[in-house]
């Protein structure tokens, strides 16, 4: 996928995930059912381990990436300031196939299969250099934060 710098979405717009837990950079595409990320692995990386980032790191990547999609709902008046929280809830399906490493950038892809209110099942993957490096189906719920 062409990286287009007129068409990239800042992340924070749609997580509350702050550095150093921040795995997405921004946003390349995003509707109510798909999103397209970024993110470049960095040597001072938290999940990055003999100069790779680790499955964690990955699983983490994929559950932000995802989060986007329901997360939107949440930060439509951006005149308001909205916290929120989300977890996962289940990984139902996981493969592995490759762990990147320091200095390549992941490009995720998300696709909602199914919402109810604000749980929803996603298929997800991760890529980089044309390399499939991991794919799952993940269940997230995320909620605002009411103080």
Do not use: W
């Amino acid at each position: 996928m062409e990286i287009r710098e007129g068409s990239i979405i800042d992340i924070r717009n749609f997580l509350p995930h702050r550095e150093p837990m921040l795995m997405v950079d921004s946003i390349l595409e995003l509707t109510t059912e798909k999103v397209t990320t970024t993110f470049k692995i960095l040597e001072n990386n938290i999940f990055v381990h003999n100069n790779e980032l680790a499955e964690v790191g990955l699983i983490e990547n994929l559950a932000q990436t995802c989060s986007s999609i329901t997360g939107q709902n949440f930060f439509k008046d951006t005149h308001i300031e909205v916290q929120i929280i989300g977890f996962i809830t289940n990984i139902k399906k996981i493969e592995i196939l490759s762990l990147p490493k320091v200095g390549n950038t992941i490009i995720s892809q998300a696709t909602l299969l199914s919402q109810f209110e604000n749980i929803c099942n996603i298929l997800c993957e991760a890529s980089s250099n044309n390399e499939l490096l991991i794919k799952a189906e993940i269940t997230l719920f995320i909620q605002e934060l009411k103080y």
